[in-house]
């Protein structure tokens, strides 16, 4: 039941087999180049477009922008994936949930970039995903009829997508013999067998943001974190580097507000209503071997699951919720006790053993920036799972363009729809969008990424970059050592991220390009390793 091979998407520099490649040319961010870049940038030439935020759809469209051949440059006040990018569920969703909701569009939209990201863009970082839904007693007859129509529905947008059948099988039933062996720690008592699908799921989705970051850095756009947007104008920003506390201005023909819950600090007029997305984190060993993930009804819920989703690192995620949040919008949202409660509860309505408060090693939450379209001082409330996941973008009366609304899946649309609009401001000129068919740094056909000479666990989160991850590790012994036991990221992947992926501390490092700090006892432990990392890539910079 593993996935099938995808098509080759274009080939990328420096992924032929054999070699030992260093980065795609002119991909690499470091600290050396955000200072040289940003110090060109600030009070200097005016730039096409200034995109503000680099999560994945901001980071979409400096590359979208940079690709059309336009002048970029893209700020964020902390780091790359800093917000909601790096906390979703890591699935990239062919877009089932929406059919129910009626919202065809959306769902057609889904399923087509879920097959771009899979067959063309990303296909090291994309890979298919089982998942069960097991039809206990709680899963009445009707109800499994019902989800099996929307897996078959669901097969029908794949096929509406031109996704090929080899990129995500087809759906099936399965008995309980077979649900048993996919879910072994499924309550056997009154299991009546269970329903398999698939979806797309992202390796890391911090990576993804990485690599759509670097591949804009490749086509010349700069990428400036640390930079944060104090005030929009039409013509630009003034901004503060949060590193020194100096403040400039960058100017732009064209600004392009990206910055997903914080887009209405930056422009008037844009109503955010947040919705938190909480996510609790297991050991494996707590629910045992899972070859695939699993789909949990919501008791009482016709349309509504908790996701077990395995994630290869010794972890295991389980998630989410669908809350409002009111007030003001932390950098780092807090998960509260009610949903931990509530993911534990579900979860333990199909386990043979229940999972306890104290199995939970970490948990997270992300804020999903969905456009608040209720009226003013109308005091409608209602709940966030029934807000439109559709997209917008929006001109402020100043010029200023803002997109958001959407969702992770569909971040290259969101960028090429907020760059269309700003070549339709007439203040830049530029051609049609080529981000459908240009791969990310990485990307490779499968023939090409099965025959590259390092670990799978590398290829399948650095892609053809993976050999030289791995040369990193060679040249030094202490290097190719786990940065903590019982995890399997390397001080290899700590030195390649710092060079090579803009990776500035140890927030950085554990957070973001890597998710050892998803675990705070593990954030703990990897703590000096990474400081010794950071102390020796400041040393070598220091002998030049």
């Given amino acids: 039941m593993s996935p099938a091979t995808p098509p080759p998407p274009a080939p990328v520099p420096g992924s032929a087999a054999g070699s030992v490649p260093g980065p795609v040319p002119g991909s690499s961010l470091s600290a050396a180049r955000r200072s040289r870049e940003l110090a ?3 009070g200097g030439p ?7 935020g680099l999560g994945a759809t901001g980071a979409g469209a400096a590359l979208d922008a940079a690709a059309r051949g336009l ?5 964020d006040a902390h780091d790359l994936a800093f917000g909601t990018s790096r906390f979703s569920s890591k699935l990239i969703h062919g877009g089932l949930r929406y059919l129910a909701s009626a919202q065809l569009d959306v769902a057609h939209e889904s399923a087509v970039e879920r097959g771009v990201l899979m067959e063309r863009t990303a296909p090291h970082l994309v890979r298919a995903q089982p998942f069960v839904l097991p039809l206990t007693p709680l899963v009445s007859r009707g109800q499994s009829a019902l989800a099996w129509a929307g897996f078959r529905a669901g097969d029908g947008l794949r096929l509406a997508a031109r996704t090929a059948r080899a990129t995500l099988p087809a759906p099936r039933r399965l008995s309980a013999v077979e649900t048993r062996h996919l879910a072994p720690a499924l309550r056997t008592h009154g299991l009546r067998g269970g329903l398999l699908s698939w979806d797309g799921r992202l ?10 970051a670097r591949t804009a850095a490749a086509h010349g756009a700069r990428i400036l974190t640390r930079v944060r947007a104090l005030r929009l104008t039409a013509s ?30 930056l422009v008037d007029g844009i109503r955010i209503r947040p919705s938190r997305g909480t996510h609790l984190v297991l050991r494996s060993d707590r629910l045992g071997p899972l070859p695939a993930g699993l789909h949990v009804p919501v008791p009482g819920e016709t349309n509504r699951f908790v996701l077990v989703l395995p994630q290869g690192d010794g972890r295991v995620y389980v998630g989410l919720t669908d809350e409002p949040v009111e007030g003001d919008i932390p950098d780092v949202p807090d998960v509260p006790e009610t949903d931990i409660g509530f993911l534990l509860d579900v979860l333990g309505s199909v386990l043979d053993a229940p999972v306890q408060r104290t199995d939970v090693v970490g948990a997270f939450a992300g804020l999903r920036p969905l456009l608040d379209t209720r009226s003013a001082g109308s005091g409608e409330a209602g709940r966030t799972s029934d807000i439109s996941r559709r997209h917008a973008v929006l001109t402020s009366s100043e010029g200023v363009i803002t997109v958001v609304g959407g969702k992770l899946t569909t971040y290259r649309r969101m960028a090429e729809d907020a760059v269309d609009a700003a070549v339709a401001t007439r203040r830049v000129t530029a051609g049609p969008s080529p981000t459908a068919a240009l791969p990310l740094v990485g990307a490779a056909s499968p023939g090409t990424l099965g025959s590259l000479r390092a670990p799978r666990r590398l290829v399948q989160r650095y892609g053809t970059e993976a050999p030289a991850v791995q040369a990193l590790a060679a040249r030094d012994p202490r290097s ?8 399997p990221v390397t001080g290899a992947e700590l030195l390649w991220a710092v060079r090579h992926e803009g990776a500035l501390d ?32 400041s040393a070598q910079m220091g002998e030049r």
């Fill in 40 to 42: 060109e940038t600030v």
């Fill in 506 to 537: 140890e927030a950085d490092l554990l957070d973001r390009r890597t998710r050892i700090g998803l675990v705070p006892a593990d954030r703990a432990a990897a703590l000096d390793a990474v400081h010794d990392v950071l102390g020796e890539v």
């Fill in 480 to 487: 190719a050592e786990p940065v903590l036991p019982g995890h």
């Fill in 236 to 265: 630009g920003a003034r901004i503060r580097d949060e590193l020194t506390g100096e403040e400039g201005e960058i100017r732009a023909r064209v600004v392009i507000n990206a910055s997903g819950v914080w887009a209405g600090d």
């Fill in 203 to 212: 390796t890391d989705d911090a990576r993804l943001v990485t690599a759509i």
């Fill in 46 to 52: 005016v730039v096409d477009v200034l995109v503000v």
């Fill in 71 to 75: 002048t970029v440059a893209a700020v």
